[in-house]
């Protein structure tokens, strides 16, 4: 069924890792791990007790790309398949629903993140109601999300060595 909300950033970032699908995962739900490798993720705070991503964990992200203002936020993860898929839900200075999805071909691992999010804070939430505002928003997105894949791709490489 799909969701009847109407978000105002549908973002999708695809990539794939000549790696096995564990490796990517042992990588993705180690988030204590994510300051270290994602330059743009400043603070991560597990706040249901866990030491890695995992159902029904709640974690608060702090994360800024190349505009002035950090994102804050908390996700709340509904469902946890290993080696598979991450489901969950966002809210802060956005709002909405994130899915992760691994799929592993001859070696290959394919991730593919989707996010469907709407702005809270006051600033960008008029930022993005442009269209100039919007693009830049989505940018800053894909320039977080490259800076991310390069740097896991480095770390998946490293721990599948």
């Not at 799909?2 to 180690?30: I, M, R």
């Not at 204590?32 to 490798?37: I, L």
């Not at 991560?44 to 702090?62: D, F, H, K, M």
């Not at 629903?97 to 989707?114: D, P, R, V, W, Y």
Request: net charge positive; proline share 3%.
């Amino acid at each position: 069924m799909a969701d009847p909300v109407k978000y105002d950033f549908q973002l999708v970032t695809e990539c794939s890792f000549g790696a096995s699908a564990k490796a990517v995962w042992d990588v993705t739900v180690d988030v204590k791990a994510y300051p270290q490798w994602w330059r743009c993720i400043h603070n991560v705070e597990i706040l249901s007790g866990e030491e890695r991503l995992q159902q029904q964990a709640i974690i608060e992200y702090t994360l800024k790309g190349f505009l002035p203002h950090k994102l804050r936020f908390r996700t709340f993860i509904t469902e946890c398949v290993p080696l598979s898929t991450i489901v969950m839900k966002v809210n802060g200075d956005l709002e909405g629903t994130g899915i992760s999805t691994l799929e592993e071909q001859n070696g290959t691992t394919l991730a593919k993140f989707h996010w469907n999010v709407s702005l809270t804070h006051p600033v960008l939430r008029r930022l993005g109601r442009s269209r100039l505002g919007h693009k830049i928003l989505v940018m800053n997105h894909g320039f977080a999300m490259q800076r991310a894949v390069t740097n896991m791709r480095r770390r998946v490489h490293a721990a599948a060595a």
